[in-house]
Every structure is written in C-alpha cells, then in structure tokens.
Nanobody
Framework: QVQLVESGGGLVQAGGSLRLSCAAS????????MAWYRQPPGKQRELVAV???????NYVGSVKGRFTVSRDDAKNTVYLQMNSLKPEDTALYYC????????????WGQGTQVTVSS
C-alpha cells in the first residue's frame, strides 16, 4: 500500500510564506505526475499546481508568480512553496500523485490546512 503524507500547513499573516510537503511512502512503486489541489471553505476543490514526471509545471492563474511547485524524486516528495499569501488562499490543501505499481492508481493525501489572516 502507498500513502501520501502532507505537512507544512498552518496559520500565517497576509504577505507571508509557507512551504507544503507531500511524501509518498510504501514499497515497489514509482511516481508519475504530482499535483496540489485546494478546497476553500464552502467551495469546490480546485487544481492549484501540477508537476509532471519530466518536471514541467503548470499553475492556476490566481497563484502564478506566487506559488512554486517542485519535486524530489529521490524522496518521492512534492513541495509547494507559497509566497505573498492572501486571505483567499485559505483552504484545505491536498496533494495528489499518480502511483505506478502493477497498475496505475491516483492517490490523495489527507489534506493540510492553510489559513491566511488579513
């Protein structure tokens, strides 16, 4: 079984920074594309950033220039560096990864709360 474990959320003032991490653990697997989603209170989950297995990245427009997604394949970990945070970035942040074993499966983390105060 593979698990995704997120860390790094918390409470920060507007203009501040946070770095989220998401590590995949288990045995006999490789990791494909990885992504971060978020779900603000009372709203639907949205894609924030994606990084392919080749290192290409893409972002939702509202975070471009402020957030950076990266990965460390030796650690099976994806990161989300969030700078210049705004109150509207407040949400439960989830990581998502394509896990390749005998078959390909999408896994989700449990979520980490990010709260930005004004």
């Amino acid at each position: 079984q593979v698990q995704l474990v997120e860390s790094g959320g918390g409470l920060v003032q507007a203009g501040g920074s946070l770095r989220l991490s998401c590590a995949a653990s288990g045995s006999d697997f490789s990791v494909g594309d990885m992504a971060w989603y978020r779900q603000p209170p009372g709203k639907q989950r949205e894609l924030v950033a994606v990084i392919t297995s080749g290192g290409s990245t893409n972002y939702v427009g509202s975070v471009k220039g402020r957030f950076t997604v990266s990965r460390d394949d030796a650690k099976n970990t994806v990161y989300l560096q969030m700078n210049s945070l705004k109150p509207e970035d407040t949400a439960l942040y989830y990581c998502n990864a394509v896990i390749i074993r005998t078959r390909v499966t999408v896994y989700w983390g449990q979520g980490t709360q990010v709260t930005v105060s004004s």
